[in-house]
């Protein structure tokens, strides 16, 4: 079955660095745009980035722009999501997922989410 395992989460002192990792079996990873979602508690999930399949084209949310990067590895089937300069605002259950569709950025477009990796900011 499709199965998504995310990676990479901890505590980490605002103004620090995390780097999650994302590995996907069960489906050709290659063939999806690969996206990371986050959730904060009592919060919507957001969308944070997305990864285009050949991994040219790469999308993010305004908060994170600057940041963060997306990059993934299809050889190893795995995306990365590269989290620079964390602030606090950034904690959140940090979820990859995959999508048919082209630099998808709203939850409709994404039809599989991992079961998440806690990223922990503190002041």
């Known amino acids: 079955q499709v199965q998504l395992v995310e990676s990479g989460g901890g505590l980490v002192q605002a103004g620090g660095s995390l780097r999650l990792s994302c590995a996907a079996s069960?489906?050709?990873?290659?063939?999806?745009?690969m996206g990371w979602f986050r959730q904060a508690p009592g919060k919507e999930r957001e969308f944070v980035a997305a990864?285009?399949?050949?991994?040219?084209?790469?999308y993010y949310r305004e908060p994170v722009k600057g940041r963060f990067t997306i990059s993934r590895d299809n050889a190893k089937n795995t995306v990365y999501l590269q989290m620079n300069s964390l602030k606090p605002e950034d904690t959140a259950v940090y979820s990859c997922a995959r999508s048919r569709y082209p630099l998808a950025g709203t939850l409709s477009e994404y039809n599989y989410w991992g079961q998440g990796t806690q990223v922990t900011v503190s002041s």
């Open positions: 069960g489906f050709t990873f290659s063939s999806y745009t």
């Open positions: 990864i285009s399949r050949s991994g040219e084209n790469t």
